[in-house]
């Protein structure tokens, strides 16, 4: 069984900084992509960014491309996401997901690609 906690969610200004963790656990954390998707109230889940199985490939929403930066740490079974000038418009709840294929490659922004999810964080940027 695979199990995803995301920590780090908050209240930010609008402008300010937050940096999300996701720690999975349950198989090998560096065979897989993972990536982080956002839910606001209302709207459906979108695609935020994406982390090669290696880390050497990054993808990114258009919304977000220059703000945030996704990395992960294979030797922590951490993945993460570094929010920077933060805009009201990205509050919503933040989750991270896992590829369901190993050593997959590409952007894979559906849903369907991942078959495991955390929790959630709650992010709320006010202006």
């Known amino acids: 069984q695979v199990h995803l906690v995301e920590s780090g969610g908050g209240l930010v200004q609008a402008g300010g900084s937050l940096r999300l963790s996701c720690a999975a656990s349950g198989r090998t954390f560096s065979d897989y992509a993972m990536a982080w998707f956002r839910q606001a109230p209302g709207k459906e889940r979108e695609f935020v960014a994406r982390i090669s199985w290696s880390g050497a490939s990054t993808y990114y929403a258009d919304s977000v491309k220059g703000r945030f930066t996704i990395s992960r740490d294979n030797a922590k079974n951490t993945v993460y996401l570094q929010m920077d000038s933060l805009k009201p418009e990205d509050t919503a709840v933040y989750y991270c997901?896992?590829?369901?294929?190993?050593?997959?490659?590409?952007?894979?922004?559906?849903?369907?690609?991942?078959?495991?999810w955390g929790q959630g964080t709650q992010v709320t940027v006010s202006s």
């Open positions: 997901a896992t590829d369901s294929r190993k050593f997959s490659s590409g952007s894979y922004p559906r849903t369907a690609e991942y078959d495991y």
